[in-house]
C-alpha cells in the first residue's frame, strides 16, 4: 500500500524531477503534469516522447499545460496530494515579459485552485487532496533583514533609490548613515517584492494559503533561496546564477557579475529541497503556513564565480561589470529555523562539496550553449540595466 499518490506539476523540472524519485523513495505513487517549456528543458537528454531522459520511469506522464483545465482536471485522478511547482521563473526576464510570466504563474495557481475548489466532497465530508505545497521564493522578500551597525536593532530597508545606484553606491545605510548589516532573514519579514516574478509568487502563497484555509486542505508554501545541483538548464541564461556562470566557463568566457560581486545570498542544494518538499507532503501536521528553505549561510557572488572556476580548472577571473539590473536587491540569505521546529527539515549537503557534485554532472552532459548576450541585450534594450 502506498502513502498516497501525489501529482508534480513541473515535476520534469530541475527540482520536479528530483522530488519525485524523493516522493518515489518514501512510498508515494507519482503523476508528472509538465508542458516541456524549450527555455527548460532546451539542453536535456530526451526519450522519444520529448521527456528527459533523467525522469525516473516509475512516475506516470501527462504533458499538457495547466492554464487548460480539462488538462489539469484530468491530471487529478486518483490524486491525494497536490505539488505545485511548474512556473516561468526568471527575475529579469519577468519585467520585459510581463503578461508571459503572469499567465503562466499567476492564472495558472487560479486554474489549479477553482478545479480544485469544483471537486466534490468524500464520504466523510472531506476533500480528496489531503496536503498541498506550493513553491514561492525569496524574491517576495525583496532586501533581506539587516541590522542597524553598532546598535543590534534589526530593519527591513527599501530598495536601494536609482539615485543611490547611479552613483555605484552598493550597500545599504539609514537615513542618518549607520550602515545595515546583513543578518538571516526570517518569514515575519516584510514582503516587499521588486519584480512581477516576486509579485507572481507573493500571489501563489496568497492564493493557495487562502484556499487551502476554505477547503480545509493543511498547505505549505516554501520560500525557496537560490538552489543549485544537476538537472538544472545549463543554456537558460534568466534563472541560476551558477548554471550561468558554468555555461561561460565551459565556453572559456568569464561569469558577468553585476554591481561589485559582495552581494550576499544562499544556495541550497536541489536535493534538500526536494527533501523539504517530500517531508512535508509525508507529514500528518495540519499546518497553514511558509517556510524558508535554504542553506542558512551566506555566500559573494564573487566566491561563487571563484569556486566555479575553481573546480573547473579554468584561470578565468569573474567580470565585474559595476553595472546593476532596475530591482537587484544587495543581500538576503535564510534564517531556516522555522522549518526546522515544526518539520524536522535541515540542509545535509556543504556548498563546496554541493558545486564538486555539479561540476561532475555538468561534464556528462552536453555542453551548454552560452546565451548571456541574449539576455543582457533583452535588458539593455528594455531600460532595466544601467
Known amino acids: 500500500m502506498t502513502k498516497g499518490h501525489v501529482l508534480v506539476t513541473g515535476g520534469a523540472g530541475f527540482i520536479g524531477s528530483h522530488l519525485v524519485d524523493y516522493l518515489l523513495g518514501r512510498g508515494f505513487e507519482v503523476t508528472v503534469l509538465d508542458c516541456l517549456l524549450d ?3 532546451g539542453d536535456a537528454e530526451k526519450d522519444a ?4 531522459v533523467y525522469l525516473n520511469k516509475k512516475a506516470r506522464r501527462i504533458k499538457g499545460n495547466i492554464l487548460d483545465d480539462g488538462v489539469f482536471e484530468a491530471s487529478l485522478t486518483g490524486i491525494t496530494h497536490l505539488a505545485h511547482l ?11 515579459n510581463i503578461v508571459e510570466y503572469t499567465r503562466n504563474n499567476t492564472m495558472a495557481a487560479a486554474v489549479i485552485l477553482e478545479v480544485l475548489s469544483r471537486m466534490p466532497l468524500d464520504a466523510s465530508g472531506n476533500h480528496p487532496i489531503k496536503r498541498m505545497v506550493v513553491a514561492s521564493s525569496m524574491s517576495i522578500y525583496g532586501e533581506g533583514e539587516y541590522e542597524i551597525e553598532g546598535t543590534g536593532d534589526s530593519t527591513a530597508p527599501e530598495l536601494r533609490s536609482h539615485e543611490q545606484l547611479a552613483e555605484r553606491s552598493w550597500e545599504l545605510f539609514t537615513g542618518d548613515g549607520a550602515k545595515l548589516i546583513p543578518i538571516p532573514t526570517t518569514e515575519k519579514k516584510l514582503l516587499q517584492p521588486a519584480s512581477i516574478y516576486a509579485v507572481n509568487k507573493r500571489d501563489h502563497e496568497e492564493m493557495f494559503l487562502s484556499v487551502g484555509r476554505a477547503l480545509n486542505i493543511p498547505t505549505s508554501a516554501l520560500r525557496l533561496f537560490n538552489a543549485y545541483g544537476s538537472r538544472q538548464a545549463l543554456s ?6 551558477a548554471a550561468i556562470f558554468i555555461s561561460r566557463l565551459l565556453n572559456d568566457q568569464p561569469p558577468l557579475v553585476f554591481e561589485d560581486g559582495e552581494q550576499k545570498r544562499d544556495f541550497v542544494h536541489v536535493m534538500d529541497v526536494a527533501n523539504a518538499f517530500a517531508t512535508i507532503l509525508e507529514s500528518d501536521k495540519r499546518v497553514w503556513d511558509v517556510f524558508n528553505v535554504g542553506s542558512g549561510k551566506s555566500i559573494t557572488v564573487n566566491d561563487i564565480a571563484r569556486t566555479l572556476a575553481r573546480l573547473l580548472q579554468k584561470n578565468i577571473a569573474p567580470d565585474i561589470l559595476q553595472k546593476y539590473r532596475v530591482g537587484d536587491i544587495r543581500h538576503c540569505f535564510a534564517d531556516i529555523s522555522k522549518i526546522r521546529d515544526v518539520f ?17 554532472w555538468v561534464k556528462t552532459a552536453k555542453k551548454p550553449v552560452d546565451k548571456t548576450a541574449v539576455s543582457m541585450a533583452e535588458l539593455s534594450s528594455s531600460k532595466l540595466m544601467v
Open 39 to 41: 527555455q527548460v528543458h
Open 49 to 52: 516522447q520529448g521527456w528527459p
Open 86 to 96: 511548474a512556473a516561468s521563473v526568471g527575475v529579469g526576464q519577468s519585467m520585459t
Open 236 to 241: 537558460n541564461p534568466y534563472t541560476g546564477v
Open 344 to 360: 524536522g527539515v535541515t540542509p545535509q549537503r556543504d556548498f563546496e562539496e554541493g558545486m564538486a557534485e555539479l561540476i561532475e
